[in-house]
């Protein structure tokens, strides 16, 4: 069947979902028989190791070296990275079938110094603002569609547009049933997730309000945390003098939390698919610039409430809490279930094999 080789990241300044995206697709890519490879830089807070404890190889490149170093996400130049993917990728390197690049500082440049050496290149992006030499792109994204990619892929590039390609796990498709047939009014259970890392801790700002917050006094709430968060510790001490909060860590069941949550306060990005997925109702949070578009566009289309940005927690999260109603949201759980059903897994799989 062919290797397929993955290059992407995750640290404390990128944070973990393109590496989860990724996992969600090698684990179909494996069903079907391919062996995957990952290649990801030892950046601070990366997922190497949490990677192979998948039941994948991993390719590991070096730290930036101070001389190097690069303010980006990639944290050195691209040529330098694609030299190293390629030593990376050795023995291996004729038989790759597909390399996936999934990664915000890697472009058409660096896919052209590795097209002839791989069969086909599959990219993965969420801005449409930079050009790509692909035979594949994938952009899971409400209201993205093939034209915002004009002139930025080859012309006989195929492009999946839009949440119908949503890389969700298997285990959401699974428990989306049994999540839209229940109430979730009144609010009984609270989930808070800011994704991987929330290295400014948005976490904490979120908490202080659900605390004063008349409407969310006899919820139970339940906070999900990355094992890299920088502010893992402070957050159980916070959680440990509230009325019935808990927090877990690096969870495995996140598909049957969410289903069996009422209302999620989560990180804007891949893991709004997940909650479109189950219709659980969102209040988002903007946590990272590449966020907004996405962000916008979900409320705009009434599948989730906008808090906004950080700073804006404190004053906008309790206005949003305390317009809550069972009509707002029953609207956001059915407008976000025709959003994503949990197949896009299986559709960008066999686009790979097509």
Known sequence: MGTVAIRTDASLQIGTGHVMRCLTLARALRDAGHEVLFISRLLDGNFCDYIEGQGFSVARLPHPSDAESTPDWL??????????????????????????????????RWERTLRAKVEHILAID???????????????NLGRNAMDYSGLVPRDSRIMAGPRYAL????????????LSRSRWPLSRILISMGGVDK??????????????PKTASAEIEVIMGQHSPWLEQVKIQASQMRRATVHVNVGNMAERMA?????????GASSWERCCLGLPTLTIILAENQRPGAYAMDASGVQLTIGTQDQIALRLAEKLNGLDRQTMDNM????RAVVDGLGVQRVAEAMHA
């Not at 130049?77 to 038989?95: K, Y």
């Not at 400014?200 to 917050?213: G, I, K």
Request: charged residues 25%; aromatic residues 6%.
């Open 260 to 268: 069996n949550s009422d209302l999620a306060i989560g990180a804007a």
């Open 75 to 108: 944290g050195l130049s691209w040529e330098t990275d694609a030299r190293q993917t390629e030593a990376a990728l050795g023995s291996a390197l004729h038989s790759i079938a597909w390399l996936i690049v999934d990664h915000y500082c890697l472009d058409a």
């Open 333 to 336: 759980s059915q407008n976000s």
């Open 168 to 179: 969700l796990r298997p285990e959401f498709a699974q428990w989306r049933e049994r999540s």
């Open 200 to 213: 400014d801790n948005a976490t904490r700002a979120v908490l202080n309000v659900l605390e004063n917050s």
């Open 126 to 140: 969420d801005l449409a603002d930079r050009p790509h030499d692909c035979d594949l792109l994938l952009d899971q």
